[in-house]
């Protein structure tokens, strides 16, 4: 039953279990905004002083959305095209918004599937989406053994990732290191430019072979150190920095 409240505990604390559709998650969160989700008896629940406002949810609900009867023929019937569906493969995350208004994708259990007659065409923009995805994150074969031009490339590339100060490729290897493999407590565009100033100062007293004045933080050459597999600078001579 789409309606159905049980009866049950969280931490030895009586609870109303309440089944929904992903649909109406918003309507229960909006009429009862205490109701939380329960990772354990995967359902909403509400504390017990809550049953009533959740009686009360459940006849609304049965105007807005329809009956148990009504929702479980459209449950079937979603069950049906899922059936007679195809998985999506790759990354969709990025793409999901375009997968949805051009290919009526829908997401269920923890993918993408299109109608059959959809697939083909959908699956080869996907491809086409990730490689040009692909291009724009930063891989672990491209920081491995990486020289200083490379790493600037690379801190460009990054920079390049950053949208309204969000980053927008959070699995990429540079991403992950970066932020495991220093200290640093800026803001992660900030950062990236202060590393950015840093090689570019590094770099200009290499390529000049001459003294420079410039020292970079503790935490960047421990960064460099670890990731990029350069020598620590023990002084200010650029020409002992390793690329």
């Not at 290919?103 to 491809?127: G, R, S």
């Not at 935490?219 to 460099?224: C, E, G, K, P, S």
């Not at 597999?229 to 023990?234: H, W």
Request: a negative charge; charged letters at 35%; hydrophobic letters at 30%.
């Amino acid at each position: 039953m789409i309606y159905d409240i049980k009866e049950s505990t969280i931490k030895s604390k009586k609870i109303f279990l309440v089944e929904t559709q992903y649909r109406m998650n918003e309507s229960l969160k909006s009429f009862i905004p205490s109701a939380k989700w329960s990772p354990e008896h995967k359902s909403w629940y509400v504390g017990s002083r809550s049953k009533k406002k959740l009686e009360q949810w459940v006849e609304n609900a049965q105007k807005e959305f329809g009956t148990a009867g009504d929702i479980e023929a459209e449950i079937n019937k979603f069950k049906e095209r899922y059936y007679e569906s195809k998985t999506l493969q790759g990354h969709t995350y990025d793409f999901k918004e375009l997968l949805k208004e051009k290919y009526n994708a829908f997401f269920y259990k923890e993918a993408w599937h299109v109608d059959p007659d959809q697939y083909e065409a959908a699956q080869k923009e996907l491809d086409k989406l990730n490689k040009g995805r692909d291009k724009k994150r930063v891989m672990k074969y491209d920081i491995e053994n990486a020289s200083l031009e490379d790493v600037e490339n690379i801190v460009d590339k990054a920079l390049n990732n950053i949208s309204e100060c969000e980053y927008k490729y959070e699995d990429d290897d540079f991403f992950e290191e970066f932020r495991s493999g220093t200290t640093i407590d800026e803001d992660i565009k900030e950062a990236l430019e202060k590393l950015k100033e840093d090689l570019s100062a590094i770099n200009f007293g290499y390529a000049e072979d001459q003294m420079f004045s410039y020292t970079i933080s503790s935490d960047i050459q421990n960064y460099l150190l670890k990731f990029f597999g350069l020598q620590r600078i023990y002084s200010n001579r650029a020409d002992e920095i390793s690329v």
